[in-house]
T-cell receptor, first 111, second 111 residues
Framework: DADVTQTPRNRITKTGKRIMLECSQT?????MYWYRQDPGLGLQLIYY???????NKGEISDGYSVSRQAQAKFSLSLESAIPNQTALYFC??????????FGPGTRLTVT | RKEVEQDPGPFNVPEGATVAFNCTYS??????FFWYRQDCRKEPKLLMS???SGNEDGRFTAQLNRASQYISLLIRDSKLSDSATYLC????????????FGQGTILTVHP
């Protein structure tokens, strides 16, 4: 079984809808991250959490919110989706030496 | 200046060739360095960490030059399966556990 899982894997939604992307991990890591990747661009950090009680904004947090329900779960919400939030979203966990391990990604399309 | 800069390529090489990728970073306080591999539409996967003394993993060799703030990845005896985007990744140095990703170098290995 994969160490970092994301659901859904693909989602098409309409402008203005609220959507939640979920991430679960079995690696036992305290640190978790949400990134987005646009075609031809690098990874941009949306939010990160160093433990259940510690959540921080990343470079592009506007329009997004997160919830760290447990050590193993970190959810990303788009409160009112807009077309320029169409992207590939990755969740990641942080290991002991600052390396990160990524989930398989969620492909989100906002029409 | 971008925090992490890579030559985007693409690099097109025949099987068996040796290819080298370079990366520069701007934050002299950075302490951890990595190379990740990303296949099209897939998640980034940790290829190797980069240590000051240089390190090797099979056909892959990574080097770090802290004075020049420069990282390299050498791939020997290229395989078709090496075709991917290679991401140079550096920890921020100022915030525990945050990584900065380069935009990636595209490698295509052809028969």
């Amino acid at each position: 079984d994969a160490d970092v899982t994301q659901t859904p894997r693909n989602r098409i939604t309409k402008t203005g809808k609220r959507i939640m992307l979920e991430c679960s991990q079995t690696k036992g890591h305290d640190r978790m991250y949400w990134y987005r990747q646009d075609p031809g661009l690098g990874l941009q950090l949306i939010y990160y959490s160093f433990d259940v009680k510690d959540i921080n904004k990343g470079e592009i947090s506007d329009g997004y919110s997160v919830s760290r329900q447990a050590q193993a779960k970190f959810s990303l919400s788009l409160e009112s989706a807009i077309p320029n939030q169409t992207a590939l979203y990755f969740c990641a966990t942080g290991g002991s030496y600052y390396e990160q391990y990524f989930g398989p990604g969620t492909r989100l399309t906002v029409t | 200046r971008k925090e992490v800069e890579q030559d985007p390529g693409p690099f097109n090489v025949p099987e068996g060739a040796t290819v080298a990728f370079n990366c520069t970073y701007s934050n002299s306080a950075s302490q951890s360095f990595f190379w990740y591999r990303q296949d099209c539409r897939k998640e980034p996967k940790l290829l190797m960490s980069v240590y000051s003394s240089g390190n090797e993993d099979g056909r892959f060799t990574a080097q770090l030059n802290r004075a020049s703030q420069y990282i390299s990845l050498l791939i020997r005896d290229s395989k078709l399966s090496d075709s991917a985007t290679y991401l140079c990744v550096v920890n921020s140095g100022t915030s525990y556990g945050k990584l900065t990703f380069g935009q990636g170098t595209i490698l295509t290995v052809h028969p």
